[in-house]
């Protein structure tokens, strides 16, 4: 069945850096398009990043230039290298497999910035 494991979360200082994976299963990876979204406590989900099947990226405001989505369709993964990390990133990140209409929700990783 399709399967999306994140991980790679925990806790990190502010101007620390974390890389996120994101394992795919039972799916047609190299065509799925591939997002990150994160959860903060009493807040909606908000999209990150997403990585296209050809590669090409998009970012949230807040992340430009502190944050890269990428993809190893070898792997079935997808990855978010996060760097310059502020206590405001702190929250769920969930990683999302989109094709042919149907979406799926990986259960997400905690990231956790604080000193």
């Known amino acids: 069945q399709v399967q999306l494991v994140e991980s790679g979360g925990g806790l990190v200082q502010p101007g620390g850096s974390l890389r996120l994976s994101c394992a795919a299963s039972?799916?047609?990876?190299?065509?799925?398009?591939m997002r990150w979204y994160r959860q903060a406590p009493g807040e909606q989900r908000e999209l990150v990043a997403t990585?296209?099947?050809?590669?090409?990226?998009n970012y949230a405001d807040s992340v430009k230039g502190r944050f890269t989505i990428s993809r190893d369709n070898s792997k079935d993964t997808v990855y978010l290298q996060m760097s310059s990390l502020k206590p405001e990133d702190t929250a769920i990140y969930y990683c999302?497999?989109?094709?042919?209409?149907?979406?799926?929700w990986g259960k997400g990783t905690l990231v956790t910035v604080s000193s």
């Open positions: 999302k497999a989109s094709w042919f209409g149907m979406d799926y």
């Open positions: 039972e799916m047609p990876f190299s065509i799925v398009i």
């Open positions: 990585i296209a099947s050809g590669g090409s990226t």
